[in-house]
Protein backbone atom coordinates (compact mmCIF):
# COMPACT_ATOMS: atom_id res chain seq x y z
CA UNK A 1 0.00 0.00 0.00
CA UNK A 2 1.51 3.70 -0.82
CA UNK A 3 1.53 6.68 1.48
CA UNK A 4 -1.42 8.64 -0.07
CA UNK A 5 -0.75 12.13 0.57
CA UNK A 6 -3.69 13.69 2.44
CA UNK A 7 -4.94 17.61 2.41
CA UNK A 8 -4.30 17.53 6.19
CA UNK A 9 -0.48 16.90 5.50
CA UNK A 10 -0.25 20.10 3.92
CA UNK A 11 -0.61 23.65 5.02
CA UNK A 12 -3.18 25.73 3.09
CA UNK A 13 -0.14 27.49 2.01
CA UNK A 14 1.16 24.57 0.17
CA UNK A 15 -2.27 23.14 -0.93
CA UNK A 16 -2.54 26.64 -2.97
CA UNK A 17 0.91 26.13 -4.24
CA UNK A 18 -0.19 23.47 -5.79
CA UNK A 19 -3.80 24.00 -7.25
CA UNK A 20 -2.96 27.73 -8.88
CA UNK A 21 -0.33 26.67 -11.08
CA UNK A 22 -2.84 24.26 -12.56
CA UNK A 23 -5.43 26.94 -13.10
CA UNK A 24 -6.29 28.25 -16.48
CA UNK A 25 -5.90 31.55 -17.06
CA UNK A 26 -6.83 33.90 -19.68
CA UNK A 27 -6.11 37.51 -21.78
CA UNK A 28 -9.32 38.65 -20.05
CA UNK A 29 -7.98 38.80 -16.39
CA UNK A 30 -6.31 42.28 -15.31
CA UNK A 31 -5.60 41.34 -11.79
CA UNK A 32 -5.16 37.58 -11.14
CA UNK A 33 -5.51 34.60 -7.82
CA UNK A 34 -3.32 36.30 -5.31
CA UNK A 35 -4.84 39.70 -3.68
CA UNK A 36 -7.86 40.03 -1.85
CA UNK A 37 -9.80 39.91 -5.29
CA UNK A 38 -9.32 39.68 -9.14
CA UNK A 39 -9.81 42.69 -11.34
CA UNK A 40 -11.59 41.70 -14.85
CA UNK A 41 -12.36 43.17 -18.23
CA UNK A 42 -15.61 43.64 -18.92
CA UNK A 43 -15.28 44.98 -22.25
CA UNK A 44 -19.29 46.44 -22.91
CA UNK A 45 -19.82 48.02 -19.52
CA UNK A 46 -21.87 45.18 -17.97
CA UNK A 47 -21.23 41.65 -16.60
CA UNK A 48 -23.51 37.95 -16.56
CA UNK A 49 -22.92 36.12 -13.28
CA UNK A 50 -23.95 32.83 -12.06
CA UNK A 51 -23.01 30.75 -9.31
CA UNK A 52 -23.42 26.88 -9.09
CA UNK A 53 -22.75 24.68 -6.63
CA UNK A 54 -21.81 20.73 -6.03
CA UNK A 55 -22.05 19.05 -3.10
CA UNK A 56 -20.97 15.35 -2.23
CA UNK A 57 -23.19 12.87 -1.81
CA UNK A 58 -25.75 15.06 -3.21
CA UNK A 59 -24.51 15.88 -6.56
CA UNK A 60 -21.89 13.47 -6.88
CA UNK A 61 -20.35 10.54 -5.29
CA UNK A 62 -16.46 9.68 -4.51
CA UNK A 63 -17.55 6.25 -5.90
CA UNK A 64 -18.58 7.41 -9.24
CA UNK A 65 -16.26 10.43 -9.92
CA UNK A 66 -12.96 11.12 -9.66
CA UNK A 67 -11.70 15.09 -8.91
CA UNK A 68 -11.11 15.84 -12.32
CA UNK A 69 -14.76 14.77 -13.44
CA UNK A 70 -16.03 17.48 -10.59
CA UNK A 71 -13.88 19.95 -11.18
CA UNK A 72 -14.89 19.46 -15.21
CA UNK A 73 -18.74 19.52 -13.90
CA UNK A 74 -18.34 22.28 -11.74
CA UNK A 75 -16.99 24.75 -14.15
CA UNK A 76 -19.70 23.25 -17.13
CA UNK A 77 -22.46 24.16 -15.25
CA UNK A 78 -21.66 27.52 -14.89
CA UNK A 79 -20.35 28.05 -18.17
CA UNK A 80 -23.18 26.78 -19.68
CA UNK A 81 -25.49 29.25 -17.37
CA UNK A 82 -22.98 31.68 -18.93
CA UNK A 83 -23.58 30.32 -22.79
CA UNK A 84 -27.57 30.43 -22.20
CA UNK A 85 -27.23 34.29 -21.76
CA UNK A 86 -26.40 34.45 -24.93
CA UNK A 87 -22.14 35.43 -23.86
CA UNK A 88 -19.07 33.98 -23.65
CA UNK A 89 -17.21 33.03 -20.37
CA UNK A 90 -14.31 35.60 -19.24
CA UNK A 91 -13.52 34.33 -15.81
CA UNK A 92 -14.79 31.84 -13.30
CA UNK A 93 -13.92 32.17 -8.78
CA UNK A 94 -14.39 29.04 -7.45
CA UNK A 95 -14.46 28.54 -3.51
CA UNK A 96 -13.72 24.73 -2.45
CA UNK A 97 -14.54 22.90 0.70
CA UNK A 98 -12.62 19.51 1.37
CA UNK A 99 -12.22 17.05 4.59
CA UNK A 100 -8.68 16.75 5.72
CA UNK A 101 -8.69 13.02 4.70
CA UNK A 102 -9.09 13.88 1.32
CA UNK A 103 -5.76 12.93 -0.79
CA UNK A 104 -3.85 15.89 -2.48
CA UNK A 105 -4.23 14.30 -5.90
CA UNK A 106 -7.84 14.60 -5.58
CA UNK A 107 -7.71 18.06 -5.00
CA UNK A 108 -4.84 18.25 -8.12
CA UNK A 109 -7.16 16.60 -10.11
CA UNK A 110 -10.17 18.83 -9.82
CA UNK A 111 -7.77 21.57 -10.83
CA UNK A 112 -6.89 20.03 -13.88
CA UNK A 113 -10.74 19.48 -14.83
CA UNK A 114 -11.58 23.35 -14.16
CA UNK A 115 -9.03 23.96 -16.49
CA UNK A 116 -9.54 21.33 -19.29
CA UNK A 117 -13.61 22.58 -19.29
CA UNK A 118 -12.40 26.39 -18.98
CA UNK A 119 -9.90 26.74 -21.37
CA UNK A 120 -11.02 25.22 -24.37
CA UNK A 121 -13.69 28.05 -23.89
CA UNK A 122 -10.90 30.72 -23.44
CA UNK A 123 -11.92 31.19 -19.08
CA UNK A 124 -9.51 31.74 -16.25
CA UNK A 125 -9.89 31.02 -12.97
CA UNK A 126 -9.47 34.13 -11.23
CA UNK A 127 -9.74 33.36 -7.66
CA UNK A 128 -10.70 31.30 -4.82
CA UNK A 129 -11.05 30.46 -1.32
CA UNK A 130 -10.42 27.19 0.71
CA UNK A 131 -11.78 25.49 3.54
CA UNK A 132 -11.72 22.42 5.42
CA UNK A 133 -15.32 20.76 5.91
CA UNK A 134 -16.98 17.14 6.74
CA UNK A 135 -17.96 17.27 2.72
CA UNK A 136 -16.64 18.14 -0.32
CA UNK A 137 -18.22 21.23 -1.53
CA UNK A 138 -17.59 23.18 -4.78
CA UNK A 139 -19.33 25.91 -5.23
CA UNK A 140 -18.52 28.10 -8.84
CA UNK A 141 -19.06 31.38 -9.99
CA UNK A 142 -18.74 32.62 -13.40
CA UNK A 143 -18.69 35.39 -15.59
CA UNK A 144 -19.52 36.08 -19.14
CA UNK A 145 -19.00 38.84 -21.57
CA UNK A 146 -22.00 39.75 -24.06
CA UNK A 147 -19.96 41.84 -26.45
CA UNK A 148 -22.41 44.48 -26.73
CA UNK A 149 -26.11 42.17 -27.06
CA UNK A 150 -28.93 42.15 -25.31
CA UNK A 151 -28.60 39.25 -22.68
CA UNK A 152 -31.26 36.42 -24.14
CA UNK A 153 -33.95 35.87 -21.15
CA UNK A 154 -36.38 33.36 -20.53
CA UNK A 155 -39.19 36.13 -20.59
CA UNK A 156 -39.04 37.07 -24.27
CA UNK A 157 -40.69 33.83 -26.42
CA UNK A 158 -43.93 35.08 -28.83
CA UNK A 159 -46.06 33.03 -30.17
CA UNK A 160 -45.16 32.27 -34.17
CA UNK A 161 -41.64 31.43 -32.73
CA UNK A 162 -39.75 28.48 -33.60
CA UNK A 163 -38.61 26.08 -30.38
CA UNK A 164 -35.10 24.82 -30.85
CA UNK A 165 -32.80 22.51 -28.97
CA UNK A 166 -28.97 22.44 -29.38
CA UNK A 167 -27.10 19.57 -27.49
CA UNK A 168 -28.17 16.18 -26.53
CA UNK A 169 -31.13 14.99 -24.29
CA UNK A 170 -31.46 12.52 -21.99
CA UNK A 171 -28.08 11.13 -21.75
CA UNK A 172 -26.76 11.84 -18.30
CA UNK A 173 -29.64 10.74 -16.65
CA UNK A 174 -29.30 7.44 -18.31
CA UNK A 175 -25.35 7.75 -17.41
CA UNK A 176 -26.94 8.04 -13.55
CA UNK A 177 -29.33 5.61 -14.23
CA UNK A 178 -26.57 3.12 -15.40
CA UNK A 179 -24.80 3.78 -12.38
CA UNK A 180 -26.47 3.96 -10.30
CA UNK A 181 -28.01 0.33 -11.11
CA UNK A 182 -24.23 -1.21 -11.19
CA UNK A 183 -25.18 -2.83 -14.37
CA UNK A 184 -21.55 -4.62 -15.96
CA UNK A 185 -20.44 -2.37 -19.18
CA UNK A 186 -22.36 0.42 -18.93
CA UNK A 187 -22.64 2.60 -21.85
CA UNK A 188 -19.75 4.53 -21.74
CA UNK A 189 -20.68 7.23 -23.57
CA UNK A 190 -23.99 7.62 -21.18
CA UNK A 191 -21.79 7.60 -18.12
CA UNK A 192 -19.03 10.00 -19.69
CA UNK A 193 -22.03 12.29 -20.50
CA UNK A 194 -23.34 12.15 -16.60
CA UNK A 195 -19.52 12.81 -15.36
CA UNK A 196 -18.38 15.25 -17.38
CA UNK A 197 -21.10 16.78 -19.69
CA UNK A 198 -19.57 18.66 -22.48
CA UNK A 199 -23.01 21.04 -23.65
CA UNK A 200 -22.18 23.27 -27.07
CA UNK A 201 -21.70 26.70 -25.41
CA UNK A 202 -20.91 28.42 -28.40
CA UNK A 203 -24.01 27.16 -29.88
CA UNK A 204 -25.82 29.39 -27.14
CA UNK A 205 -23.20 32.42 -28.09
CA UNK A 206 -23.96 32.06 -32.00
CA UNK A 207 -28.31 32.06 -30.75
CA UNK A 208 -27.23 35.54 -29.02
CA UNK A 209 -25.78 36.49 -31.78
CA UNK A 210 -28.48 35.17 -34.21
CA UNK A 211 -31.67 37.02 -32.12
CA UNK A 212 -32.76 34.25 -29.92
CA UNK A 213 -35.77 35.54 -28.00
CA UNK A 214 -35.36 33.37 -24.98
CA UNK A 215 -32.88 30.86 -24.18
CA UNK A 216 -32.05 28.34 -21.00
CA UNK A 217 -29.57 25.42 -20.71
CA UNK A 218 -31.75 22.46 -19.58
CA UNK A 219 -30.57 21.37 -16.09
CA UNK A 220 -33.57 20.08 -14.73
CA UNK A 221 -35.25 18.06 -18.28
CA UNK A 222 -36.66 19.38 -21.12
CA UNK A 223 -40.15 19.00 -20.21
CA UNK A 224 -39.61 21.34 -16.59
CA UNK A 225 -36.75 24.12 -18.54
CA UNK A 226 -39.41 24.63 -21.40
CA UNK A 227 -42.36 25.30 -19.05
CA UNK A 228 -40.46 27.72 -17.21
CA UNK A 229 -39.52 29.76 -20.63
CA UNK A 230 -43.18 28.97 -20.69
CA UNK A 231 -43.74 30.82 -17.63
CA UNK A 232 -41.39 33.90 -17.89
CA UNK A 233 -42.76 34.19 -21.78
CA UNK A 234 -46.58 33.54 -20.63
CA UNK A 235 -46.99 30.99 -23.88
CA UNK A 236 -47.90 27.70 -24.41
CA UNK A 237 -44.47 25.55 -26.16
CA UNK A 238 -45.48 22.61 -28.07
CA UNK A 239 -43.12 20.26 -28.63
CA UNK A 240 -42.50 18.04 -31.35
CA UNK A 241 -43.36 14.20 -31.12
CA UNK A 242 -39.17 13.40 -29.85
CA UNK A 243 -39.70 10.60 -32.55
CA UNK A 244 -39.91 12.66 -35.20
CA UNK A 245 -37.49 15.88 -33.94
CA UNK A 246 -34.85 13.57 -32.20
CA UNK A 247 -35.37 10.18 -33.18
CA UNK A 248 -31.09 10.12 -32.71
CA UNK A 249 -31.38 10.84 -28.99
CA UNK A 250 -34.09 8.06 -28.51
CA UNK A 251 -31.83 5.71 -30.42
CA UNK A 252 -28.37 6.22 -28.33
CA UNK A 253 -30.55 5.19 -25.41
CA UNK A 254 -32.69 2.77 -26.54
CA UNK A 255 -30.23 -0.20 -25.18
CA UNK A 256 -29.55 1.03 -21.92
CA UNK A 257 -33.17 1.51 -21.65
CA UNK A 258 -33.74 -1.29 -22.63
CA UNK A 259 -31.28 -2.90 -20.24
CA UNK A 260 -33.31 -0.96 -16.99
CA UNK A 261 -36.31 -1.29 -18.65
CA UNK A 262 -37.33 1.91 -18.90
CA UNK A 263 -38.83 4.13 -21.85
CA UNK A 264 -35.73 6.05 -23.34
CA UNK A 265 -39.25 8.95 -23.72
CA UNK A 266 -38.82 9.55 -19.94
CA UNK A 267 -34.74 10.16 -20.58
CA UNK A 268 -35.82 12.12 -23.10
CA UNK A 269 -38.48 14.60 -21.71
CA UNK A 270 -37.34 14.78 -18.15
CA UNK A 271 -33.58 13.80 -17.72
CA UNK A 272 -30.87 16.80 -16.33
CA UNK A 273 -28.08 17.95 -16.28
CA UNK A 274 -27.04 17.71 -19.99
CA UNK A 275 -27.38 21.63 -20.39
CA UNK A 276 -28.04 21.79 -23.98
CA UNK A 277 -29.31 25.04 -25.03
CA UNK A 278 -33.01 25.42 -25.34
CA UNK A 279 -34.04 28.71 -27.13
CA UNK A 280 -36.81 30.00 -29.07
CA UNK A 281 -36.06 32.11 -32.51
CA UNK A 282 -38.73 34.37 -34.37
CA UNK A 283 -40.02 32.96 -37.75
CA UNK A 284 -37.90 33.77 -40.05
CA UNK A 285 -34.65 33.55 -38.44
CA UNK A 286 -32.15 31.17 -39.70
CA UNK A 287 -31.13 28.87 -36.69
CA UNK A 288 -27.60 28.61 -36.10
CA UNK A 289 -25.48 26.10 -36.27
CA UNK A 290 -26.20 23.29 -33.90
CA UNK A 291 -29.14 23.83 -33.42
CA UNK A 292 -32.76 21.72 -34.48
CA UNK A 293 -36.37 22.43 -34.24
CA UNK A 294 -37.77 20.37 -31.35
CA UNK A 295 -41.19 22.50 -31.38
CA UNK A 296 -43.02 26.07 -31.73
CA UNK A 297 -43.90 28.95 -29.48
CA UNK A 298 -48.28 29.28 -29.32
CA UNK A 299 -50.49 31.72 -27.07
CA UNK A 300 -51.72 30.70 -24.30
CA UNK A 301 -54.72 28.49 -24.56
CA UNK A 302 -57.95 28.65 -23.04
CA UNK A 303 -57.19 28.20 -19.72
CA UNK A 304 -54.56 31.10 -20.25
CA UNK A 305 -52.35 28.93 -18.50
CA UNK A 306 -48.75 28.72 -19.45
CA UNK A 307 -47.69 25.00 -20.04
CA UNK A 308 -45.40 22.59 -22.42
CA UNK A 309 -47.75 20.31 -24.62
CA UNK A 310 -46.03 17.39 -27.07
CA UNK A 311 -47.47 17.17 -30.58
CA UNK A 312 -50.34 19.32 -28.89
CA UNK A 313 -51.01 17.06 -26.21
CA UNK A 314 -50.65 16.65 -22.75
CA UNK A 315 -47.10 15.21 -21.97
CA UNK A 316 -47.19 11.51 -22.34
CA UNK A 317 -44.35 11.28 -19.12
CA UNK A 318 -44.14 13.25 -16.69
CA UNK A 319 -40.64 13.72 -14.77
CA UNK A 320 -40.39 13.97 -10.70
CA UNK A 321 -39.30 17.38 -10.54
CA UNK A 322 -36.03 17.40 -9.08
CA UNK A 323 -36.24 18.94 -5.99
CA UNK A 324 -33.23 19.09 -3.04
CA UNK A 325 -35.36 18.86 0.06
CA UNK A 326 -38.55 17.09 -0.53
CA UNK A 327 -38.74 14.61 1.67
CA UNK B 1 -42.94 23.11 22.37
CA UNK B 2 -44.17 24.82 18.87
CA UNK B 3 -43.95 23.22 15.34
CA UNK B 4 -40.83 24.41 13.76
CA UNK B 5 -40.92 24.69 10.08
CA UNK B 6 -37.95 22.81 8.75
CA UNK B 7 -36.14 23.27 5.58
CA UNK B 8 -37.78 20.05 4.09
CA UNK B 9 -41.08 20.73 4.50
CA UNK B 10 -41.34 23.15 1.85
CA UNK B 11 -40.20 22.80 -1.47
CA UNK B 12 -36.96 24.31 -2.96
CA UNK B 13 -39.57 26.62 -5.14
CA UNK B 14 -41.22 26.95 -1.59
CA UNK B 15 -38.08 28.32 0.16
CA UNK B 16 -36.57 30.42 -2.71
CA UNK B 17 -40.24 32.69 -2.73
CA UNK B 18 -39.59 32.92 1.52
CA UNK B 19 -36.14 33.55 0.57
CA UNK B 20 -35.47 36.10 -2.42
CA UNK B 21 -37.83 38.67 -2.01
CA UNK B 22 -35.96 39.50 1.57
CA UNK B 23 -32.37 40.22 -0.62
CA UNK B 24 -31.11 43.60 -1.32
CA UNK B 25 -31.40 45.54 -4.57
CA UNK B 26 -29.23 48.02 -6.20
CA UNK B 27 -29.30 50.32 -9.19
CA UNK B 28 -26.54 48.81 -10.90
CA UNK B 29 -28.11 45.31 -11.41
CA UNK B 30 -29.34 45.27 -15.17
CA UNK B 31 -30.64 41.79 -14.81
CA UNK B 32 -31.50 40.37 -11.22
CA UNK B 33 -32.44 36.62 -9.82
CA UNK B 34 -34.52 34.32 -11.89
CA UNK B 35 -32.59 33.86 -15.22
CA UNK B 36 -30.15 31.11 -15.82
CA UNK B 37 -27.77 34.46 -14.85
CA UNK B 38 -27.70 38.07 -13.79
CA UNK B 39 -26.39 41.34 -15.94
CA UNK B 40 -24.54 43.54 -13.59
CA UNK B 41 -23.51 47.08 -14.70
CA UNK B 42 -20.13 47.76 -15.14
CA UNK B 43 -19.30 51.50 -15.93
CA UNK B 44 -15.71 51.41 -16.26
CA UNK B 45 -15.23 48.23 -18.39
CA UNK B 46 -13.64 46.27 -15.32
CA UNK B 47 -15.38 44.73 -12.60
CA UNK B 48 -13.32 43.51 -9.20
CA UNK B 49 -14.21 39.77 -8.10
CA UNK B 50 -13.61 37.78 -4.68
CA UNK B 51 -15.05 35.27 -2.93
CA UNK B 52 -14.96 33.66 0.24
CA UNK B 53 -16.89 30.76 2.03
CA UNK B 54 -18.33 30.50 5.77
CA UNK B 55 -18.41 26.63 6.35
CA UNK B 56 -20.42 25.20 10.03
CA UNK B 57 -18.49 23.90 12.40
CA UNK B 58 -15.35 25.52 11.40
CA UNK B 59 -16.05 29.27 10.85
CA UNK B 60 -19.13 29.56 13.04
CA UNK B 61 -21.54 27.08 14.96
CA UNK B 62 -25.10 27.28 15.52
CA UNK B 63 -24.98 27.84 18.68
CA UNK B 64 -23.51 30.80 18.94
CA UNK B 65 -24.42 32.47 15.47
CA UNK B 66 -27.81 33.01 14.83
CA UNK B 67 -28.85 32.89 10.49
CA UNK B 68 -28.66 36.66 10.92
CA UNK B 69 -25.09 36.79 12.07
CA UNK B 70 -24.06 34.54 9.77
CA UNK B 71 -25.19 36.42 6.52
CA UNK B 72 -24.20 39.45 7.89
CA UNK B 73 -20.54 37.89 8.81
CA UNK B 74 -20.91 36.18 5.10
CA UNK B 75 -21.60 39.52 3.25
CA UNK B 76 -19.46 41.42 5.22
CA UNK B 77 -16.27 39.25 4.88
CA UNK B 78 -16.62 40.36 0.84
CA UNK B 79 -17.37 43.27 0.99
CA UNK B 80 -14.22 44.06 2.96
CA UNK B 81 -12.23 42.12 0.19
CA UNK B 82 -14.09 44.24 -2.31
CA UNK B 83 -13.26 47.54 -0.53
CA UNK B 84 -9.63 46.83 0.28
CA UNK B 85 -8.81 47.13 -3.78
CA UNK B 86 -10.54 50.42 -3.30
CA UNK B 87 -13.27 49.37 -5.03
CA UNK B 88 -17.17 49.99 -3.91
CA UNK B 89 -19.51 47.03 -4.16
CA UNK B 90 -22.14 46.34 -6.91
CA UNK B 91 -23.49 42.91 -6.34
CA UNK B 92 -23.11 39.36 -4.90
CA UNK B 93 -24.17 35.85 -5.59
CA UNK B 94 -24.31 33.73 -2.65
CA UNK B 95 -24.32 29.73 -3.13
CA UNK B 96 -26.20 28.01 0.03
CA UNK B 97 -25.86 24.64 1.01
CA UNK B 98 -28.46 23.72 3.86
CA UNK B 99 -29.23 20.85 5.81
CA UNK B 100 -33.78 19.29 5.62
CA UNK B 101 -33.63 19.77 9.37
CA UNK B 102 -32.55 23.49 9.42
CA UNK B 103 -35.25 25.92 10.37
CA UNK B 104 -36.88 27.75 7.98
CA UNK B 105 -36.64 31.15 9.93
CA UNK B 106 -32.66 30.37 10.36
CA UNK B 107 -32.56 30.51 6.33
CA UNK B 108 -34.77 34.01 6.27
CA UNK B 109 -32.96 35.23 8.84
CA UNK B 110 -29.47 34.59 7.38
CA UNK B 111 -31.11 36.89 4.29
CA UNK B 112 -32.04 39.32 6.40
CA UNK B 113 -28.18 39.62 7.43
CA UNK B 114 -26.85 39.43 3.95
CA UNK B 115 -29.85 41.90 3.10
CA UNK B 116 -28.48 44.40 6.31
CA UNK B 117 -24.82 43.97 5.20
CA UNK B 118 -25.10 44.54 1.62
CA UNK B 119 -27.95 47.80 1.68
CA UNK B 120 -26.16 50.06 3.43
CA UNK B 121 -23.41 49.95 0.83
CA UNK B 122 -25.93 50.06 -2.44
CA UNK B 123 -24.70 46.32 -2.94
CA UNK B 124 -27.40 43.67 -4.48
CA UNK B 125 -27.80 39.73 -4.18
CA UNK B 126 -28.58 39.33 -7.76
CA UNK B 127 -28.28 35.41 -7.92
CA UNK B 128 -27.69 32.02 -6.09
CA UNK B 129 -28.29 28.42 -5.74
CA UNK B 130 -29.39 26.59 -3.14
CA UNK B 131 -28.61 22.97 -2.49
CA UNK B 132 -29.23 20.14 0.36
CA UNK B 133 -26.15 18.89 2.66
CA UNK B 134 -25.01 17.84 5.65
CA UNK B 135 -23.44 20.99 7.13
CA UNK B 136 -24.18 24.71 5.86
CA UNK B 137 -21.80 26.27 3.77
CA UNK B 138 -22.56 29.73 2.68
CA UNK B 139 -20.32 30.33 -0.46
CA UNK B 140 -20.65 34.24 -1.51
CA UNK B 141 -19.06 36.36 -4.33
CA UNK B 142 -18.87 39.89 -4.37
CA UNK B 143 -18.35 42.03 -7.46
CA UNK B 144 -17.07 45.87 -7.06
CA UNK B 145 -16.49 48.79 -9.17
CA UNK B 146 -12.89 50.91 -9.47
CA UNK B 147 -14.71 54.00 -10.80
CA UNK B 148 -11.74 54.15 -12.99
CA UNK B 149 -9.16 54.32 -10.43
CA UNK B 150 -6.20 51.89 -10.56
CA UNK B 151 -7.03 48.55 -7.95
CA UNK B 152 -5.09 48.89 -4.82
CA UNK B 153 -2.95 45.68 -4.65
CA UNK B 154 -0.58 44.52 -2.26
CA UNK B 155 2.13 44.46 -3.95
CA UNK B 156 3.12 48.49 -4.40
CA UNK B 157 4.34 49.73 -0.99
CA UNK B 158 7.23 51.47 -0.96
CA UNK B 159 10.01 52.08 1.25
CA UNK B 160 9.04 55.56 2.73
CA UNK B 161 5.64 55.02 2.78
CA UNK B 162 2.64 55.05 5.60
CA UNK B 163 1.50 52.42 7.29
CA UNK B 164 -1.96 53.12 8.13
CA UNK B 165 -5.04 51.37 9.14
CA UNK B 166 -8.75 51.86 9.30
CA UNK B 167 -10.56 50.19 11.81
CA UNK B 168 -10.05 47.79 15.03
CA UNK B 169 -7.70 45.22 15.75
CA UNK B 170 -8.19 42.26 17.71
CA UNK B 171 -11.67 42.64 18.56
CA UNK B 172 -13.36 39.64 16.97
CA UNK B 173 -10.56 37.53 18.18
CA UNK B 174 -11.84 38.52 21.65
CA UNK B 175 -14.67 37.92 21.25
CA UNK B 176 -14.34 34.50 19.80
CA UNK B 177 -12.25 33.60 22.97
CA UNK B 178 -15.12 35.23 25.30
CA UNK B 179 -17.64 32.73 23.88
CA UNK B 180 -14.93 29.88 23.70
CA UNK B 181 -14.23 29.99 27.25
CA UNK B 182 -18.53 30.38 28.04
CA UNK B 183 -17.66 33.18 30.38
CA UNK B 184 -20.81 35.05 32.49
CA UNK B 185 -21.59 38.34 30.99
CA UNK B 186 -19.04 38.97 27.98
CA UNK B 187 -18.71 42.27 26.89
CA UNK B 188 -20.84 42.64 23.99
CA UNK B 189 -19.32 45.02 21.83
CA UNK B 190 -16.61 41.84 21.35
CA UNK B 191 -18.81 39.27 21.22
CA UNK B 192 -20.66 41.29 18.52
CA UNK B 193 -17.15 42.05 16.71
CA UNK B 194 -17.34 38.41 16.08
CA UNK B 195 -20.59 37.52 15.16
CA UNK B 196 -21.26 40.81 13.40
CA UNK B 197 -17.71 42.29 11.84
CA UNK B 198 -18.97 46.01 10.69
CA UNK B 199 -14.94 46.93 8.97
CA UNK B 200 -15.16 50.60 7.82
CA UNK B 201 -15.39 49.77 3.86
CA UNK B 202 -15.81 53.16 2.59
CA UNK B 203 -12.51 53.82 4.37
CA UNK B 204 -11.23 51.60 1.59
CA UNK B 205 -13.09 53.17 -1.38
CA UNK B 206 -11.27 57.21 0.54
CA UNK B 207 -8.34 54.66 0.13
CA UNK B 208 -8.01 54.03 -3.48
CA UNK B 209 -9.26 57.71 -4.26
CA UNK B 210 -6.53 58.95 -1.75
CA UNK B 211 -3.99 56.79 -4.04
CA UNK B 212 -2.65 53.99 -1.29
CA UNK B 213 -0.44 52.33 -2.63
CA UNK B 214 -0.88 49.16 -1.35
CA UNK B 215 -3.81 47.72 0.84
CA UNK B 216 -5.59 44.89 2.04
CA UNK B 217 -7.99 43.90 5.05
CA UNK B 218 -6.99 42.40 7.81
CA UNK B 219 -8.51 38.74 8.13
CA UNK B 220 -6.00 36.51 9.55
CA UNK B 221 -3.98 39.10 11.65
CA UNK B 222 -2.13 42.62 11.52
CA UNK B 223 1.53 40.77 11.63
CA UNK B 224 0.20 38.01 9.47
CA UNK B 225 -1.50 40.43 7.14
CA UNK B 226 0.71 43.03 6.86
CA UNK B 227 3.75 40.58 6.22
CA UNK B 228 1.93 40.03 3.29
CA UNK B 229 2.12 43.23 2.20
CA UNK B 230 5.88 43.05 3.04
CA UNK B 231 6.16 40.29 0.62
CA UNK B 232 4.16 41.28 -2.17
CA UNK B 233 6.08 44.57 -1.94
CA UNK B 234 9.42 43.21 -1.35
CA UNK B 235 9.73 45.76 1.61
CA UNK B 236 10.07 46.18 5.67
CA UNK B 237 6.90 46.98 7.19
CA UNK B 238 8.17 48.55 10.74
CA UNK B 239 4.76 49.23 12.93
CA UNK B 240 4.80 51.31 15.74
CA UNK B 241 4.41 50.37 19.27
CA UNK B 242 1.23 50.01 19.99
CA UNK B 243 1.10 51.11 22.96
CA UNK B 244 1.30 54.44 21.20
CA UNK B 245 -0.33 53.84 17.60
CA UNK B 246 -3.73 51.94 18.77
CA UNK B 247 -3.98 52.20 22.87
CA UNK B 248 -7.63 52.42 22.09
CA UNK B 249 -7.72 49.30 21.13
CA UNK B 250 -5.62 47.82 23.86
CA UNK B 251 -8.04 49.47 26.11
CA UNK B 252 -11.03 47.90 25.17
CA UNK B 253 -9.61 44.45 25.36
CA UNK B 254 -8.11 44.69 28.55
CA UNK B 255 -10.93 44.08 30.74
CA UNK B 256 -11.79 40.54 28.71
CA UNK B 257 -8.00 39.74 28.67
CA UNK B 258 -7.40 40.10 32.15
CA UNK B 259 -10.73 37.68 32.82
CA UNK B 260 -8.93 35.12 30.75
CA UNK B 261 -5.49 36.00 31.54
CA UNK B 262 -4.49 37.03 28.24
CA UNK B 263 -2.16 39.71 26.98
CA UNK B 264 -4.53 41.91 25.10
CA UNK B 265 -1.33 43.04 22.53
CA UNK B 266 -2.01 39.26 21.46
CA UNK B 267 -5.30 40.00 20.54
CA UNK B 268 -3.96 43.36 18.61
CA UNK B 269 -1.11 41.92 16.22
CA UNK B 270 -2.26 38.28 15.55
CA UNK B 271 -6.62 38.51 15.97
CA UNK B 272 -8.01 38.20 12.43
CA UNK B 273 -10.98 38.60 11.10
CA UNK B 274 -11.97 42.34 12.00
CA UNK B 275 -11.32 43.29 8.58
CA UNK B 276 -9.78 46.42 9.39
CA UNK B 277 -8.09 48.03 5.96
CA UNK B 278 -4.60 47.96 6.28
CA UNK B 279 -3.00 50.65 3.69
CA UNK B 280 0.10 52.15 2.82
CA UNK B 281 0.52 55.70 1.27
CA UNK B 282 3.13 57.36 0.13
CA UNK B 283 4.72 59.93 2.07
CA UNK B 284 3.24 63.33 1.35
CA UNK B 285 -0.66 62.06 1.20
CA UNK B 286 -2.96 63.22 3.21
CA UNK B 287 -4.40 60.05 5.03
CA UNK B 288 -7.81 59.91 4.25
CA UNK B 289 -11.02 59.96 7.49
CA UNK B 290 -10.80 57.00 9.28
CA UNK B 291 -6.74 56.15 8.83
CA UNK B 292 -4.46 56.29 11.36
CA UNK B 293 -0.96 55.90 11.36
CA UNK B 294 0.60 52.67 12.52
CA UNK B 295 3.61 52.15 11.26
CA UNK B 296 6.01 52.86 7.96
CA UNK B 297 7.21 51.11 5.00
CA UNK B 298 11.46 50.93 5.24
CA UNK B 299 14.09 49.02 2.68
CA UNK B 300 14.82 45.22 3.43
CA UNK B 301 16.95 44.57 5.63
CA UNK B 302 20.70 43.04 5.39
CA UNK B 303 19.44 39.97 4.96
CA UNK B 304 17.13 40.92 1.93
CA UNK B 305 13.84 39.14 3.43
CA UNK B 306 10.78 41.00 3.71
CA UNK B 307 9.86 40.90 7.22
CA UNK B 308 7.29 42.84 9.73
CA UNK B 309 8.85 44.76 12.68
CA UNK B 310 7.77 46.23 15.44
CA UNK B 311 9.30 49.49 16.66
CA UNK B 312 12.39 48.15 14.53
CA UNK B 313 12.81 45.12 16.67
CA UNK B 314 11.47 41.35 16.37
CA UNK B 315 6.96 41.21 17.04
CA UNK B 316 6.80 40.96 21.52
CA UNK B 317 4.50 38.03 20.19
CA UNK B 318 3.77 35.45 17.17
CA UNK B 319 0.31 34.07 16.44
CA UNK B 320 -0.71 30.77 15.48
CA UNK B 321 -1.33 31.43 11.90
CA UNK B 322 -4.68 30.16 10.83
CA UNK B 323 -4.64 27.23 8.86
CA UNK B 324 -7.74 25.32 8.33
CA UNK B 325 -6.07 21.53 7.31
CA UNK B 326 -3.07 21.51 9.78
CA UNK B 327 -3.45 18.17 12.23
Redesign the interface.
Known sequence: MTDLEL??D???EQ?LARFVPLLPTAAST??GP????????????????????L?????FIRAWSTGYDVGWRAAMQNLA??A??G?RAT?L?????IP?DLEVSWVTDLARGLADACGAHGAAV??????????I?V?V????D?AGRP?V???GAQPGDTVALAGVLGRSAAGLALLGAAVADPDPTLVAAFLRPDPPLEAGVRAGVAGASA???ISDGLLRDAGRIAR?SGVTIDLLDPADSVPGDLAALSEAAGRLGIDPLTWVLTGGEDHGMLATFPAGVELPAGFRVIGSVRELGASSTARVTVAGAEPPVTGPGW?????
Chains 1, 2 share one sequence.
Open positions: VRLSELIVGDDAAVVSAPDGRFVVSTDVVEDRHDCAMSSVVSLVGVGGDLSGGQMVATVHGLPLRSMLDADHFAG
